[in-house]
């Protein structure tokens, strides 16, 4: 009998060592034992969960917006999915870069056919992946985790991570086994995702926009960002370009967009989106300056109350966004996007979606939603809409929204409010007549259209007896 | 690469089966794996600084050989062995105290109202320098003292200068240890193979699950010194004196550990030193490949001891002094340095030995004075500068606020006192029981394999690494 090798009895021995302690590790990974944070808002791992489960569900994403955090805070995914009369969603991840970005691209296709992409050029920087950041390595380690494709997984892994990185990045154990120190036997375990409800992978963090005192300081201070410091590393060009490549080679349309920051906060803002505006057309792919080329710069309630570098959206100025990009994709593709808007499974998925309020047709079954008036007739316009619907967050009261549009004999919306006059009962008492002003709902800027929204007492609105637009201010 | 990374045990997984299986077949091919897997671990960090390392070899190589040429006290001997040193002490000069002498002159001349602005050199401090620099010169220096034979065999030459497990840390190897060990063929020993896996896994368990987490409160600490109270200091400094111990003995033994699963021997640099019971034997204790060579190429050239008690102080001073610059180019490294060399010259003799009459107990007394004067000492060995240092024994002196648990939580310092605990009771074992480490070696494979599966298994769930925690250096990297 053959003596065997020393060599090889020490390799024998080398795998079945590390085998004894993968399995433990494996082991302590299948009982939870260091599963992720506990985090109501784990929105990383909600969009995965919830992007499997719509394709499990037959639901499909139409429109994909990818990005980082600016997307996520910045661009309602609910409302562009009502602009555009289809399913958006916004896969982003915190700090990531063009890299990820086209390494989810390339896992959601494998579970998603969507037919446009629209890709936020934050994360198009300045850095290569490899030079991030200790705090953003760990967002993105983080983000990894939560993708559950095998192979692309791998196929992703060392070109996101240095190698002594992948352990922490594919295992639960080695990323969290700091848990034992923060309450271990009480640590609580992952929320689960209720499964039945919508979810587009917005993460709202920002309601309110900037205080006076901060304006101050941009006037003290300056500009935050130099845009023309802001560059474009190569490699973030090159996954532009893969990325590019990939959706032409899928048939899916490619938009890119930049949102804004602050007016005051980006000086040379025109520098920086000329460096986009050139990428984009090497691409040949449309873009969407939102920075220098709208008005959104300017308002001061769209941002996030900071003067640090990264400046985000808050939720109004993530409404306006949408707005503004489903507007410039239905420039591009007239109609080619509106997929949906006779689709009951896909009204029934936007129940008590606002965005479906202010531009389409909510379900006529609805029980939350009471159509008042549908395609009558004013003087210099037509309602399209008004609709009252139930705010889920508060029983109390409803949400009027009006879509008028049709403008005729120089009518224009701006700066107007809508007069409504009403026929309503409250409970068992006489229907009375009155007149409700309807502030015009001004992160909604369409030529052709206009919407007005007011929250008002739970009434029962009989019908429209008359309406105007009108320049006095709207009483809340 | 660091020890303590994926990267490097990847690395060393291929080295030592390639190694094994093709290339200790001839001594040359050996040799040369060596040298190409030791050029590319250190070009792994950066490749430039690998043109130091070849002309210091280099230049070494050919001197020793004119060295040994030269006839006993024949002129040029004593030349090659100065171009020897000058090339050797003038890289290291330039890389390391450059611009360290620059500003101390430019200090100067500012007081005298010149001015001496922008005369520093936009220089990196190649890692290691230090140690294969003074690896190095024991090579010609002992060839000059007739104590070693040239060697004729350059890749063997050029391999013991960049020998991998000890390039950047240590232990400064002599010539005449390591070198005749690349002139023979290897043998594959199973037993040596055990032993290096079980140091290497040792000083992993060290350095990842105590020393790096003893960073976690020095460094907090360290960062911002003018909030401490004086309880909190004295913690932060007796932690860091710990965290030096167990951070440079585990690279230590994780590089005798390497050598050895390669069949290679390299002498031991750390003996229990918090365990000494006099300045004298600690630093017999103590960075033992550093001590000795400052021993044998300063203090005994010097005079040593063999003249008067006056000589022998001052030949202490110089050995400390230059033990501190070798340290790092900064005055609180000349501070720390002297002060220990005033530990060794008045303390030992005046306060140390005395409390030897008293037995046992004396003994204890004596350790835990030397190590709590070493420990004082290293306020200005880990401080950033002087204002740093003076800070942390401002607080140290002072304030008498609340000790406060830095850069973790309650059960995390438990541990972390239960660790050290345990580390001293398996230091005074080996120190009562030297034959201890030997005998778990023999033992049943079930206990050994124990063994390796909780410290394999300590390392990971129990390790202070993750994100956000990217620097994990060796702290005698930077030396």
Redesign the interface.
């Known amino acids: 009998m053959r003596s065997i090798s020393?060599?090889f009895e020490?390799?024998v021995k080398?795998v079945v060592?590390l085998g004894?302690?993968f399995t433990?590790?494996w082991a302590l990974e299948q009982k939870d034992a260091f599963a992720n944070e506990f985090n109501p808002n784990n929105h990383r791992e909600k969009r995965w969960n919830y992007l499997y489960k719509m394709a499990e569900q037959e639901t499909p994403v139409d429109v994909l917006v990818l990005g980082n955090s600016h997307a996520f805070t910045g661009l309602s995914p609910e409302y562009l999915s009502g602009a555009l009369e289809s399913n958006a969603f916004v896969l982003a991840n915190n700090a990531t870069n063009a890299m990820d970005v086209y390494w989810n691209l390339r896992e959601l296709l494998k579970i998603h056919s969507p037919k446009l992409v629209a890709v936020e050029t934050y994360p198009i920087n300045h850095r290569n992946h490899r030079d991030m950041l200790?705090?953003s390595?760990?967002h993105q380690?983080r983000a990894f985790n939560t993708r559950k494709d095998p192979a692309i997984r791998l196929a992703s892994m060392f070109s996101l991570f240095?190698?002594?990185d992948?352990?922490?990045a594919i295992s639960d154990?080695?990323?969290n086994?700091?848990y034992?120190?923060?309450g271990f036997p009480e640590r609580p375990r992952q929320r689960k995702v209720d499964y039945n409800d919508r979810y587009l992978g917005r993460f709202i963090r920002f309601t309110s926009g900037l205080t006076d005192s901060l304006l101050a300081t941009y006037d003290e201070l300056g500009a935050t960002i130099d845009g023309a410091e802001q560059l474009i590393s190569d490699e973030c060009i090159d996954y532009a370009h893969r990325i590019a490549e990939l959706c032409e080679k899928e048939g899916i349309k490619l938009v890119f967009f930049t949102l804004p920051m602050y007016e005051k906060h980006v000086e040379n803002a025109h520098i920086w989106t000329q460096r986009y505006e050139n990428l984009t057309q090497d691409l040949d792919a449309p873009y969407l300056d939102l920075q220098t080329q709208s008005d959104m710069a300017s308002k001061t309630e769209y941002f996030e109350n900071t003067r640090t570098a990264n400046q985000h959206m808050t939720l109004f100025g993530s409404i306006r966004a949408a707005d503004e990009l489903g507007e410039f994709i239905d420039s591009l593709y007239p109609g080619q996007l509106h997929l949906r808007a006779d689709e009951e499974k896909w009204l029934r998925y936007h129940k008590n979606n606002s965005g479906i309020y202010a531009y389409s047709r909510p379900l006529p079954t609805d029980d939350n939603v009471k159509f008042i008036a549908q395609d009558l007739h004013a003087q210099n316009f037509d309602i399209d809409q008004c609709v009252l619907a139930d705010l889920p967050a508060n029983p109390e009261v409803q949400e009027i929204w009006v879509r008028i549009d049709n403008f005729q004999n120089g009518t224009t919306p701006h700066n107007k409010s809508l007069q409504l006059r009403i026929e309503f009962q409250i409970g068992n008492e006489p229907v009375v007549d009155a007149t409700i002003s309807v502030p015009r709902y001004e992160h909604i800027q369409r030529e052709d259209m206009a919407v007005f929204r007011q929250i008002v007492r739970k009434i029962d609105i009989k019908r429209i007896k008359g309406v105007a637009l009108s320049d006095v201010a709207p009483q809340q | 690469m660091l020890f303590n990374?994926?990267?490097f045990l990847?690395f060393f997984?291929l080295v030592f089966?390639i190694y094994?299986?093709l290339m200790a077949k001839t001594l040359r091919g050996r040799n040369s794996f060596v040298l190409a897997c030791s050029y590319i671990f250190y070009g792994w960090w950066d490749w430039r600084f690998l043109s130091l390392i070849f002309i210091s070899s280099l230049s070494d190589y050919l001197i020793g050989q004119r060295i040994e040429r030269a006839a006993e006290g024949d002129r040029t001997k004593r030349i090659y062995l100065a171009l020897s040193l000058a090339i050797n002490l003038g890289i290291l000069g330039l890389f390391k105290y450059f611009n360290f002498f620059l500003d101390s002159l430019q200090y100067g001349f500012q007081g005298l109202g010149m001015d001496g602005s922008n005369w520093r050199l936009d220089i990196v401090l190649p890692v290691g320098i230090s140690f294969y620099t003074f690896q190095t010169l024991s090579y010609t220096i002992d060839i000059y003292r007739g104590q070693l034979r040239a060697t004729r065999d350059p890749i063997a030459f050029f391999a013991f200068v960049a020998f991998f497990p000890q390039l950047v840390a240590g232990p400064i190897e002599r010539a005449k240890d390591l070198l005749p060990q690349f002139s023979l063929k290897p043998a594959?020993d199973?037993a040596a193979?055990r032993s290096g896996f079980t140091l290497v896994l040792w000083g992993l368990f060290k350095k990842v699950v105590i020393a790096d987490r003893l960073a976690l409160f020095v460094n907090a600490a360290f960062d911002e010194p003018a909030g401490l109270d004086s309880s909190t200091a004295a913690v932060a400094l007796l932690f860091f004196a710990f965290q030096l111990y167990l951070d440079f003995s585990a690279y230590s033994e994780i590089a005798i550990g390497i050598a050895r699963m390669l069949g290679v021997r390299l002498s031991t640099n750390f003996k229990r030193p918090y365990l000494a019971a006099s300045f004298g034997q600690f630093w017999s204790r103590w960075h033992i490949s550093l001590s000795s060579w400052f021993r044998d190429y300063l203090y005994i050239p010097l005079g040593g001891n063999r003249r008067s008690k006056w000589h022998t102080w001052r030949n202490v001073m110089i050995v400390f002094l230059l033990s501190g610059l070798w340290h790092g180019a900064s005055w609180n490294f000349v501070i720390w340095g002297l002060l220990n060399g005033v530990f060794l010259v008045v303390l030992d003799p005046l306060i140390i030995q005395p409390f030897r009459r008293l037995g046992g107990a004396g003994r204890a007394v004596q350790a835990i004075l030397v190590t709590l004067c070493w420990t004082l000492s290293l306020g200005f060995f880990r401080a950033q500068g002087w204002d740093g240092a003076i800070e942390v024994y401002r607080a140290l002196a002072g304030g008498n606020g609340a000790f406060t648990v830095l850069g973790?939580?309650e059960?995390?310092f438990q541990?972390l006192l239960w660790l050290l605990g345990g580390m001293m009771a398996i230091e005074w074992i080996q120190e009562n029981w030297p034959s201890a480490s030997e005998r778990l070696q023999s033992s049943p494979v079930l206990v050994r394999?124990s063994i390796?599966?909780g410290l394999?298994?300590g390392i990971?769930?129990?390790?202070s690494y993750?994100?956000?925690?990217?620097d994990k250096q060796f702290i005698y990297f930077q030396f």
Do not use: Q
């Open positions: 020393p060599l020490i390799c080398g060592g004894v302690i433990s590790l200790p705090g390595l760990a380690i240095p190698v002594d992948v352990p922490l154990v080695v990323r086994h700091h034992v120190w923060e | 990374s994926i990267t990847i997984a089966l094994w299986g594959f199973k193979i973790m939580g059960p995390e541990l394999w390796y599966y394999s298994m990971i769930l129990l390790g993750g994100l956000n925690l990217a």
